[in-house]
């Protein structure tokens, strides 16, 4: 669950069933500037950052959301709008 803004509305209750796959943390992030995240992406560059994605095409997004709540994967799952990539692991 992502919120940005400058200014909001009360935050509705959550279902965690529905609304958080049954994820009990919530972690809150301070707002960084423009400075930090090219830093932050300096850094990255020079240590070896691995990242997992595993494309679902869009009509699969269930799907996605189910292997995501049962741990079928590890890593990211990417909703691709081209469903010819489903399913390919990608490092």
Do not use: C
């Not at 930090?36 to 990255?44: N, Q, R, S, T, W």
């Not at 699969?60 to 489903?86: K, N, P, Y």
């Amino acid at each position: 669950l992502a919120i940005a803004g400058i200014h909001l509305s009360d935050i509705p209750s959550l279902n965690y069933d529905i609304h958080l796959f049954q994820e009990k943390r919530l972690h809150s992030v301070t707002a960084n500037t423009r400075a930090d995240g090219e830093a932050f992406l300096k850094l990255a560059a020079q240590i070896p950052v691995k990242v997992t994605t595993v494309p679902y095409g869009f009509e699969e997004a269930d799907r996605a959301l189910s292997d995501l709540a049962h741990d079928r994967f590890t890593g990211a799952a990417v909703l691709m709008m081209d469903s010819t990539t489903s399913n390919q692991v990608t490092s």
